[in-house]
């Protein structure tokens, strides 16, 4: 068995662990780095184009993100927060263009609006409300509203042909959206990491086993899942960034603060078409809104989406349920994840969901008639025949222990890591690889802080302009990042 010494290995090869290895060997060059991925090639499982909703979210449309208070007023703390982070993104993916590591953004990101869209006259008032208390803050200056059918047919004309004329819709629109392939990024982070010393990538090798060195640091045990062979790696720091296998992996290293963690597994299904004369026809990510009891990633959105070229539409995710933790995962996940300390958890998330239990149920059994009718409902005209199903990527809900409840089911992302900080898991779904610059450096803080204080922050703050300032407060700020990095990215201003 051989056994070789690096300072961080990252496991997984998705957006989350390629953007921290562009983080590491960008503020220490020197750091020797390893990268572990299961499957044959890297993005393959949630950051895939095809796998992943995540394509841009910066809370412009997602009204899960702005709730209405018990006194009629509309939070969007939530939407703000997610909104600046998404400027992290842009901030450093603008980097690396300028800095070459990226040759150009146009096979990754591409402008497109975001729009929410709703019917009823009860949703009308509230996407009101929604659009005066957003449209106030500096943040979404320049976002649009209208009831008026023949102004939301000009901003997206297949969700208005078609449909009654006398019935009450609201729609909002902002110009200054995103659509994202994270998986093709993922690759251009990995193209990127290949060039630099020190950095190695390892594909069809699963990690079996992860032990505590005696003096600090981590032996990590890894299969080659080709010919069988297993070898050794003893390292400083492991950063499990391998989606919904994240919470397995954890709970193998053991650490007492992964107790009382589990997942609740979220599959998806997409209706997509391909055809031109529909799909160029539709430039916009238009968002409605959640069935009650539903979950977040279950938000019906007709996208558009650009993906090797060619644009495409979406439209989904249908919810359905599965026990694996990875799309290409086993059917054991969920069954073998189950420890005496996460057991109460989930079944008081079991009892207190009952409406979420009800959804999927729900969502499992309809028909491809029920599915073809929620369609309906944003896409009047829709042609059956000019659509086909697909399957999403898995996504791993995180349940943790609380003590009101004994269990809460959380819909963010979490960062779990031990005392020293030696070994960090990445869990949860939502808003995921849209905020993963965010993420990375969160994690950065939390966990490399003597060195993020001793000498990184010169070099993040080149990384990331806006790094040490609140976007949220500072109006002045906000606007000259988005119009620089509007100009690198190709995205349009307001």
């Not at 096979?107 to 929604?130: E, T, Y």
């Not at 997206?156 to 078609?162: K, R, V």
């Not at 189950?338 to 989930?346: T, V």
């Not at 898991?425 to 995921?432: E, I, T, V, Y």
Request: net charge neutral; proline share 5%.
């Amino acid at each position: 068995m051989s056994n070789d010494k690096v300072d961080v290995v990252l496991v997984g090869a998705g957006i989350m662990s390629t953007t921290l290895g562009v983080f590491l060997k960008e503020l220490q060059p020197h750091l020797r780095l390893e990268m572990i991925e299961q499957m044959p090639g890297e993005a393959q499982e949630s950051s895939a184009a095809w796998n992943n909703a995540g394509t841009g979210h910066a809370a412009n449309c997602e009204l899960n993100y702005t709730p209405m208070r018990a006194d009629g007023s509309i939070d969007i703390a939530k939407a703000l927060e997610v909104n600046v982070e998404f400027d992290m993104s842009r901030q450093f993916w603008s980097y690396l263009i300028k800095k070459g590591a990226i040759a150009s953004p146009d096979n990754f990101i591409h402008p497109v609006p975001h729009m929410s869209f709703v019917i009823g006259a009860d949703r009308q008032a509230f996407l009101m409300k929604r659009h005066a208390t957003m449209s106030a803050h500096h943040c979404y200056r320049g976002m649009e509203y209208s009831e008026d059918h023949a102004k939301i047919a000009e901003w997206a004309p297949l969700i208005m042909e078609g449909r009654n004329p006398k019935q009450p819709v609201a729609a909002t629109r902002i110009v200054s959206g995103a659509d994202v392939n994270y998986g093709q990024l993922t690759t251009n982070l990995l193209n990127y990491l290949k060039r630099q010393d020190g950095f190695t990538v390892q594909f069809a090798q699963t990690v079996t086993h992860l032990h505590r060195l005696p003096d600090g640091g981590w032996r990590v045990e890894v299969k080659n899942e080709t010919t069988g062979e297993k070898r050794t790696i003893h390292t400083h720091y492991v950063f499990l960034g391998a989606g919904g296998a994240a919470l397995t992996l954890l709970q193998k290293s053991g650490i007492p603060e992964a107790k009382g963690f589990a997942g609740f597994p979220v599959s998806g299904i997409w209706l997509r078409c391909g055809k031109p004369e529909v799909a160029e026809r539709h430039a916009a990510k238009v968002y409605g809104m959640a069935a009650q009891g539903s979950p977040p990633m279950s938000v019906p959105h007709l996208d558009t989406r650009i993906i090797d070229g060619k644009r495409w539409l979406l439209f989904g995710p249908y919810a359905g349920f599965s026990t694996k933790f990875l799309k290409h995962g086993s059917l054991f996940d969920l069954p073998m994840s189950l420890r005496p300390d996460n057991l109460l958890p989930l079944l008081a998330v079991a009892r207190d969901n009952f409406p979420l239990e009800e959804y999927l149920v729900g969502q499992v059994l309809q028909s491809k008639g029920h599915r073809f009718k929620a369609l309906r409902d944003f896409y009047p005209n829709v042609k059956e025949s000019d659509w086909e199903f697909d399957v999403a990527g898995q996504r791993v809900q995180i349940i943790r222990k609380d003590t009101a409840h004994t269990g809460k089911l959380e819909f963010g992302t979490e960062i779990v890591h031990s005392a020293d900080s030696s070994i960090v898991a990445l869990l949860g779904a939502s808003p995921g690889a849209s905020t993963a610059v965010w993420i990375m450096v969160h994690m950065l803080e939390n966990c490399f802080h003597k060195q993020l204080v001793g000498h990184w922050v010169p070099k993040l703050k080149e990384m990331i302009p806006s790094y040490g300032h609140d976007l949220k407060t500072d109006a002045a700020l906000t606007e000259r990042v988005r119009k620089e990095t509007a100009e690198v990215l190709g995205l349009q201003t307001v």
